[in-house]
C-alpha cells in the first residue's frame, strides 16, 4: 500500500484556494442520481454538491454496466456539523488514547473526519456515496459505508487487504469509473471521493483549488 496522505498533513493546509464562485446544486435534479437519507440533516443540506462535481458524478454513472448505479449518500455537510464530527471522533480517540498529543490525535482523526478548516464536504466538493443495484441494493464494499477505521480493523480503507475478492471488485470499478470522471479519493475511506477541493488540488498536482468552505446559503 503506498504511503498515504491524510487531511491533516500541512500540504493540503498549504493549498491556496481560488473560489470560482460556482453554484451548490440539488443531486435530486433531473432524478438522475439515486439518493439515499440516512445522513439527512435538518434542513437537507447533505443533498447539495458544487454543480461541476454533481455533472461528474453523473458522467461516471454513465460508465457503469447498465444494472448498476451510484448510490448518492452525502454531499454538502455546513461547516459547523463538520466541526461537531471531527471534535466528537477526536474525543473517542483521545478516551482510547490518553497518552497520545493533540497533534497526534488530529492526525489519528483525520482519516475519518476532515480537519474542519479544510474539509471537502464543506466545500460542496466531496461526495460519499456506494454500489447499487437498479433496485437499489447495495453491493459488497467490504465494509457498511462510513465504517472507522478502529470498528472495520482498517478495512476501510480503499486498498485494504482484509476484504473479499467480490468488495475489492466492486471498490475497484467504482474507482475506475470515478477516476475517469476526473475525482480524487481519500484512500482511508472507500466511499469519500472529490473534486476541485484542497485535497484533489494536492493529488492532481493543481497550483489552487477551485473551492473553498461556504455556508448553504451562499450558494444559490
Known amino acids: 500500500m503506498s504511503e498515504i ?3 491533516s498533513d500541512p500540504k493540503v493546509a498549504a493549498i491556496p484556494v481560488a473560489e470560482c ?3 451548490l446544486v440539488d443531486v435530486r435534479r433531473g432524478g438522475l442520481l439515486s439518493v439515499d437519507a440516512r445522513k439527512q440533516d435538518p434542513a437537507g443540506a447533505f443533498m447539495y454538491l ?3 462535481v454533481l455533472e461528474r458524478l ?3 454513472q454513465a ?10 449518500v452525502e454531499g454538502y455537510r455546513p461547516p459547523a ?3 461537531e464530527y471531527f471534535e466528537e471522533y477526536a474525543g473517542q480517540l483521545r ?3 490518553p497518552d497520545r498529543s493533540a497533534e497526534q490525535i488530529r492526525s489519528a482523526a483525520s482519516r475519518y473526519v476532515s480537519p474542519p478548516e479544510i474539509a471537502p464536504h464543506s466545500a460542496g466538493a466531496a461526495v460519499d456515496l456506494t454500489l447499487a443495484d437498479v433496485e437499489g441494493r447495495e453491493l459488497d464494499m467490504g465494509t457498511r459505508m462510513n465504517a472507522d477505521p478502529e470498528e472495520s480493523e482498517g478495512a476501510c480503507y480503499t486498498d485494504a487487504a482484509n476484504i473479499s475478492e467480490e468488495a475489492r471488485a466492486n471498490r475497484r470499478l467504482l474507482g475506475t469509473v470515478l477516476t475517469a470522471a476526473g475525482l480524487v479519493n481519500y484512500p482511508t475511506e472507500w466511499w469519500h471521493w472529490s473534486f476541485g477541493d484542497r485535497y484533489w488540488a494536492l493529488i492532481t498536482g493543481k497550483a489552487k483549488a477551485l473551492y473553498g ?3 448553504i446559503n451562499s450558494g444559490g
Do not use: N, W
Open 95 to 97: 478516551a482510547i488514547h
Open 21 to 23: 464562485g460556482e453554484r
Open 81 to 83: 456539523l463538520q466541526r
Open 5 to 7: 496522505v491524510l487531511m
Open 63 to 72: 460508465m457503469l454496466p447498465s444494472h448498476l448505479r451510484l448510490l448518492f
Open 213 to 215: 468552505p461556504m455556508e
Open 58 to 60: 453523473l458522467k461516471a
Open 50 to 52: 458544487r454543480e461541476s
